[in-house]
């Protein structure tokens, strides 16, 4: 006998439950969809109601379906008719594929304005396939706490539900018939007209599928209806398979013709027309016509990923696997291919765990052990072998898709981890192949590569290794950092030009400077080994003499301050010399969480970051995050530029209370220990300072206590055009350089092709500064830097021949600025300014610099 | 007046809707008509109401078919009825 499997299903909202008879639309009442319920929301976060896989995820951002390791199926739908909604008023927390535990955020809503554009707000929680279920249990409450148990199910055991012997039977006098179908519906495959043709697929009896693109979908099943992503006028191929298939072809492509229910505007003749492929464009590699790296006979110029420097002979790794088949016919041998290959890998990793122990990359292969025994990708590989894939592709398959998930996430640190998969893809599909993993390197050699795996980094042999250079790869990815543990100078994303590498050329390479001299002259080693130790001097001195006043030569003070956003950044500062802080970042304080911090949990906190710069200046920045960086509290509606958005102090104007707290707990802080300032960042026009100051002045009063010093960041080039006027209302200003670049130059600065233009240093920038400084002056206020022009030593001069008082730098830094400042003098710093201001470009004012700071 | 221009008149006036009684409980229940600034139905089963000044108001103290408070902002709320709240007389969002 099999023993029944229980299931609960956690409500995923607070609010009103809905019986599925009661909701306003056929398609759910009539369980055309599934049997379930629904709940009218008076929360705004629609949460996994159990544990699984987000099967479905909509584009138009209103319904996700997650997969349970039973195979049960929920569709969670916000609202009726939203999918009309395009997504406005939905921000998703998760991705497609990605694993879920309960009560992890799903989708967030704007319920009101989902209520208002929306035919209703209540959210379907549907079973799907709920032939699957023998019994359900519903609430019997009427309104349910999210997290509850809002129905639980009693699973149907594997004889009660309809098997593949069905289809067989069915398939004996099967015939197949296909068509192409032009859909008439203006939102293409959701929920109703899904579930419109789910009921005449089934009443056909036939296996039916539906094919757009080279995606194709059971058109048994709503979610995978919806999974397909359709819209008007796609062009799809409908395909039958069973007995008098023709038949059923004609008669479900009529009801798709009719609409799947829907009203629609007739097609019109361009759309029912086949569509042409696009003509193939011939993608050429053009040379621009500006910002071509410069190259110098003899040396290549990369990405600085590991310090240091070494010598030897090229030797270049071929990192390729041999080609495998795709499929192959014994679905049961290749699964055991792939587990000896898999315990194989493992079994490697546990040695090579064994043999770093207590090093950086026996943490990475730890990491590579729990991805290869994670649940998902097992299955994956094993689905794919089901469906007739070799063990190789299989596994290469079930890697891709979580490679795919963690690259959907743009976030740069998880899209570094997809190379740890793909590592681990490498290192199972040897074992499969029987490739040799090792390597048999020549002694004092420099290893060149298209990339390097962490597994090959690790295992790279430093009695002969020396370094490595790379063709991809940043400073951020798992080999620089094992690179950098290993004391390897490596050198990554030398880009096309690292084939001028050939097999034993001798190779200098420079893990600090990021560059590679190809069979450089004795005369070239012994000038970089010397430039070397100079500049390794130069910092040790520095660092010796951090303490010192930032004096110019002529005696006027510059203030070289500490970037910091703890207080043991704080800390450091005050051991690296710095006279206070310029910008301490409070955002750490309002992230991760799921509530905004109270006034007294901030208090604490600024109390002890002043308290670790006793009477030294911290000017605190008011919370600084927009909609490219919502906080899960603080829902902001996606915007098309962000950065053109709401953010800075404007989120602080649109939502005083946010501004009161935390102007607030600064207060009381400074009430305490008398040495913060205020800085809003973002002000671009005069009635934003002066709201905002009103705030802090009304705040003091409240309290009983001193107001602080308010200024502003300079970040906006309006800002800076009318500093005059700011300047009757602040008492100091902040050069956001970082922002200031990119809104004058019109160039954001992580672009691939713009990052290299968005220098600080370009004379339109400097020529902001410059008026930002004259209109501060007319009311005697001063000028400080925060952002990152104030830790480059090119820049010192220059700002302070402008007129810049105050240097706020990454703690690092700090000794060799201050070291710098010492240096300088009043009149040589003016000459460079000027200079620079009617210079070319950031190239030409690098030059003017460079001469005077030597 | 005859009574053909009383018909006439009427006719030109818009039509009043008839405004259920529990929308009226609603009003005073959030401080009268000083302090409702728009009330509107919307979503199938919610009234939709913009306030002056918040007011606090439990599920517990709704009239029937109301059950529950969604607290928006703390000058919006929407009640949310066990029911299609269209027939109740009120304007409508869309």
Partial sequence: MVAQQNLALHAPLTGVYVAIANIPDPVFAEK??????????????????????????????????????????????IGLDSVA???????????????????????????????????????????????????????????????????????????????????AEHAESASTESATVVLPNPQGLHARPAAVLVEA???SGCQVTLTRGDNTAKANSVVALMGLGTKRADHLVLTVTGSDAAKHLADIKGVIDAGLGESFAPLTEAELAAPVAAPAVE?????????VKEKVAGQLAGVAAAPGLAIGEAFWLQTELPEYPATAADSAAQAKRLKDAITQSDRQLEQLIADNAGKSQAEIFTAHRGMLADDDLSQSALAALQSGASAEAAFAKAIDAQVQILT???????????????????????????????VTYPANCVVVAKDLTPSVTA????????????????????SAIIARALGLPAIAGLGSDIADIKASDKLMIDGQAGTVRINPSSEQVDALLTAKKAREAKLAQAEQAASEPANLKDGRHIEVMANIATAADAAKGLTKGADGS??????????????????????????????????????????????????????????????????GIRIGLNRPSILRTQVRAILRAHAKCGNAKIMFPMIARVEELVAAKAVVLEEAQNLGVQACDVGIMIEVPSAAMIADQLAEHAEFFSVGSNDLTQYVLAMDRGHPKMAAFADGLEPAVLRMIAQAVKGAQKHGRWVGVCGGIASDPEAVPVLIGLGVTELSCSVPVIPEIRAIVRQLDEATCSQVANAALVATDAKAVRALAAKVIG | MGLFDKFKKAAAEPAKATVAPVISELQQLFGGEANV??????????????????????????PKPFVAVHQIDSNLVHLIAQQDVSTLGLPSVR
């Fill in chain 1, 283 to 291: 993608v050429t590699q053009e040379t621009p016509l500006i910002g």
């Fill in chain 1, 408 to 438: 959907a996430t743009n976030d740069p640190l998880l899209a570094g981890r997809a190379a740890d998969l793909r590592d681990l893809e490498g290192r199972v599909l040897k074992n499969l192949l029987g490739v040799a993993i090792e």
């Fill in chain 2, 37 to 62: 600034v728009d009330m509107r139905s919307c979503a199938h089963s919610r009234v939709r109401i913009e306030l002056a000044s918040p007011v606090s108001v439990s599920d517990e103290q709704l």
């Fill in chain 1, 32 to 77: 055309m969809v599934g049997d379930g319920c629904a709940i009218d929301p008076t929360s705004n976060l629609l949460v996994a109601p159990f544990d699984g896989t987000v099967t479905q995820l909509h584009d138009a951002k209103h319904a996700v379906a997650i997969t349970h390791a039973s195979g049960i199926e929920v569709l969670l739908h």
């Fill in chain 1, 85 to 167: 909604l395009k997504g406005q008023g939905f921000k998703t927390k998760v991705a497609l594929n990605q694993q879920v535990k309960t009560g992890e955020p799903l989708i967030e809503f704007d319920a009101d304005y989902i209520a208002t554009h929306a035919q209703a707000l209540m959210t379907e929680i549907i079973i799907t396939n709920s032939d699957q279920v023998e019994r359900f249990e519903f609430t019997n409450k009427a309104l349910v706490q999210q997290g509850e148990t809002l129905f639980s199910m009693t699973l149907a055991s594997a004889a009660n539900t309809a098997d593949a012997s069905a289809v």
């Fill in chain 1, 459 to 478: 295992s790279l042999d430093t009695d002969k290794v020396l370094g490595f250079v790379t063709e991809v790869g940043g400073a951020s990815s798992h």
């Fill in chain 1, 201 to 203: 697929v089934k009443k």
């Fill in chain 1, 582 to 647: 310029g910008l301490l970042r409070t955002e750490f304080l309002f992230q991760d969480r799921q509530t905004a911090p109270t006034e007294d949990e901030q208090f604490d906190s600024y109390r002890e970051i002043l308290a670790a710069m006793p009477g030294k200046p911290i000017i605190i920045r008011t919370l600084d995050v927009g909609g490219d960086k919502p906080l899960s509290y603080l829902p902001l509606p996606e915007e098309e530029n962000p950065f053109l958005g709401e953010r």
